[in-house]
């Protein structure tokens, strides 16, 4: 579907769509209760929210391309969308039939310039893999191309024929809903969709230039080079363009396959403490991470020979991560905020979670923090140290009770998740989903201490740098004390002092936001923890906890700076 009329059909069957719910809210959310009348709008909002997420899903497999992926996205927003929508599309899932092989052989022959036969020995006509934006082909290089590489096996990604086209027409769809909703004041004033549907975009076209996620490849397989838990497939780049990406076929057991890894001899509990201190070192000390790791893109690899052995942790085994479209970066004034963040969270400390948001940015050293330190001393009380087999103990209801509290709490704030930070809250809950299942018994805590011990190692040197600079500047404040005073009293006598109106109202304006910065700390810090712990058998409640943590965080931070640049 790539002509003309089959595209304007195609956009103007998502804006009608859009623009039939848009009325339908309006109706609803903003009509009816100026007329009195919420009651009937309330009535049946569950039932007709999830209606509308049901027939977002079947438009969304019946066009693909981007709806599927708009799903997915939706199904994570939980700072701007009510669950009743996110749950609805939290399984939509690439549900697209492939493209026949015929027109794939056409477009990979057109991208390498030369027929397949030459190209490659052998490719697979059935897919391995097929999605909205591509399918996947096991194939065999030629004999030249082996003897370059020194590989053999590989798995050769092919777009959908196209998909450029598909992708502009979803995207100009897309700009023109989020210039409808920035007219609505009611979304306006919490969700920059122009904003967030360039961010969307910029994710998107990064995923089907598959020359980026060569180059991710090779940029992942740095960053692990001198780590024996971690493999990454080589690239043939002869084989490599925008479209057609071939890579080493490293096919091994998924991580999600027990009954796999205990037939080759391997721990499952093991893998999950492993995957989970993996994780950690990309999100916390690299800063370049894998955001999609669910099941289908990490292979347990065992060893291929006893030449190899084990490492020197004792291990025959290896994590093999594939599929680098979704990634993500860390900033590092982030990274240490949230290193300092896991350090309190190991040792059960509230204070010193508190004292790591005020890394962070989020609170000014002058903040009165006896109530958070109150707040986090009693999450922990509740739930620190909490396996996943001890939470699965805890009432339903309970969690039931703080998801909706917290989350009713999150929608009224007037931001949203920044996309880099989306996507370290999916990595993360992917990561607990993916341990949970290899260990029941998993403790998210037994993973984060020993990692929190390392940073504490690492970091005691910054410390106590950190320590004689703090020391130096207090000297040097208290030597230059009398000559202030001095200098004040003089200013008294001579009539020299004046108030100074403007500055005052800044300063007042600077106090209001530190009160909105403190709630905001609040909600950070307990729900950074509790998502982690939280995410057992409801997944929407441990998403909710999780997402929560972020929202506050960037409102804390972005007060700052819009205060810190209202100031100059």
Request: contains cysteine; glycine residues 8%; aromatic residues 8%.
């Amino acid at each position: 579907m790539t002509d003309v009329g089959d595209m304007r059909a195609r956009y103007r069957r998502i804006t009608r769509f859009a623009a039939r719910y848009l009325v339908q809210a309006w109706w609803f959310e903003l009509f009816l209760p100026r007329l009195g009348l919420s009651w009937v709008s309330a009535r049946h909002r569950t039932r007709r929210l999830q209606r509308i997420a049901q027939r977002f899903h079947v438009l969304a497999v019946d066009l693909g391309g981007l709806m599927i992926k708009v799903g997915q996205f939706m199904s994570s927003r939980l700072d701007v969308l009510p669950p009743e929508i996110t749950k609805e599309l939290e399984g939509l899932q690439d549900e697209v039939p492939p493209v026949p092989f015929a027109a794939i052989r056409l477009l990979a022959e057109t991208e390498l310039g030369v027929p397949l036969e030459r190209a490659y020995a052998f490719i697979d006509p059935t897919p391995l893999a097929a999605a909205s934006l591509g399918q996947a082909h096991r194939g065999l290089l030629s004999d030249a191309d082996a003897a370059a590489t020194g590989m053999t096996e590989i798995v050769v990604k092919i777009q959908r024929p196209g998909i450029d086209q598909i992708v502009d027409v979803d995207l100009r769809a897309l700009r023109r809903v989020a210039g409808w909703l920035s007219r609505v004041r009611l979304v306006s004033d919490r969700v920059d969709m122009p904003t967030l549907v360039e961010e969307f975009a910029a994710t998107s076209l990064e995923e089907i230039d598959y020359l980026h996620e060569a180059a991710n490849a090779e940029r992942f397989a740095a960053d692990f080079a001198d780590d024996p838990r971690v493999g990454v497939p080589d690239v043939v780049w002869e084989r490599t363009t925008r479209r057609v990406l071939t890579l080493q076929d490293v096919t091994a057991i998924k991580i999600s396959d027990v009954d796999g890894l205990r037939a080759a001899g391997i721990d499952p509990s093991e893998v999950a403490a492993e995957f989970a201190a993996v994780m950690f070192d990309q999100l916390f000390a690299d800063g370049f991470f894998h955001a999609d790791p669910h099941p289908g893109n990490i292979f347990v690899t065992p060893r291929a020979n006893a030449a190899e052995g084990t490492d020197a942790a004792g291990r025959s085994w290896t994590f093999t991560f594939i599929d680098f479209g979704m990634m993500g970066e860390v900033p590092e004034s982030l990274r240490r905020g949230l290193r300092r963040l896991i350090i309190a969270a190991a040792s059960r400390d509230g204070k010193g979670l508190v004292d790591g948001i005020r890394d962070v940015g989020v609170l000014l050293p002058s903040a009165d923090t006896a109530e958070l330190e109150r707040a986090m001393t009693a999450l922990f009380a509740r739930f620190g140290g909490m396996g996943f087999a001890e939470l699965q103990q805890v009432d339903e209801r309970e969690f039931r009770a703080f998801a909706t509290e917290f989350g009713d709490v999150v929608r009224s704030l007037p931001f949203q998740l920044p996309e880099n930070f989306l996507l370290i809250i999916r990595a993360m809950s992917l990561v607990s989903g993916n341990c949970s299942a290899l260990d029941p018994a998993f403790n998210i805590w037994d993973a984060i201490e020993p990692y929190a011990n390392r940073l504490i190692r690492e970091e005691s040197g910054n410390v106590v740098q950190g320590f004689v600079k703090e020391a130096r500047s207090a000297a040097g404040v208290v030597a230059r004390l009398p000559r202030r005073i001095d200098d004040l009293a003089t200013r008294f006598e001579d009539g020299r002092i004046a108030v100074q109106a403007p500055r005052l109202e800044r300063r007042l304006a600077g106090l209001e936001r530190t009160g909105r910065r403190v709630i905001s700390a609040v909600l950070f810090a307990a729900l950074f923890l509790g998502g982690i712990l939280l995410r057992v058998d409801d997944v929407v409640f441990g998403t909710v906890l999780m997402s929560v943590s972020a929202i506050p965080l960037l409102h804390a931070l972005l007060a700052g700076a819009v205060g810190r640049r209202g100031a100059g």
